[in-house]
């Protein structure tokens, strides 16, 4: 059996045999963040997410995998244990129970008010002080 028939997640990816650099923006300001914006709503309609976000967390990966930039899995990383994404159940368990996504930024931080993470919850703050 040649090793490339054997079907993998991979075959399922939302983003098979996307051959533009989207997934790779070079930077993370300006277009590169709109460009990771782009990939990361083709990662939000694909049924491997966990399991290419998981690989990439293994794999110490670049670029945007699982929905995910290069520092949002860092991020995750730091405030996370490597137990709490020992299996693709654990990892969909970790970022859809214990760290749902902030409902203004879709980040996953762990402090939340009112569904919103710390930093949407003091930007609206400040933006409500200088609209009095
Ligand atoms: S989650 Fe994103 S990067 Fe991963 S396979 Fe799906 S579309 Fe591709
Ligand atoms: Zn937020």
């Not at 090793?3 to 075959?11: A, E, G, S, V």
């Not at 990939?39 to 290419?52: G, H, I, Q, S």
């Amino acid at each position: 059996v040649q090793k490339n028939l054997i079907p993998t997640w991979r075959d399922e990816a939302a983003c098979l045999g996307d051959l533009s650099n989207l997934f790779f923006p070079a930077g993370e300001t300006g277009q590169h963040a709109v460009q990771a914006e782009q990939a990361k709503a083709v990662c939000a309609r694909c049924p491997v997410l966990y399991t290419c976000l998981k690989a990439a967390l293994d794999g110490n990966e670049s670029g945007v995998w699982g929905g995910m930039t290069d520092r949002e899995r860092h991020n995750l990383k730091n405030k996370t244990t490597r137990a709490q994404y020992a299996t693709v159940a654990d990892l969909r368990e970790l970022l859809e129970v214990t760290l749902p996504p902030c409902a203004n930024c879709g980040q996953h931080r762990k402090e939340k008010a009112d569904g919103m993470c710390a930093s949407c919850v003091t930007e609206s703050k400040n933006a409500e002080k200088v609209a009095a």
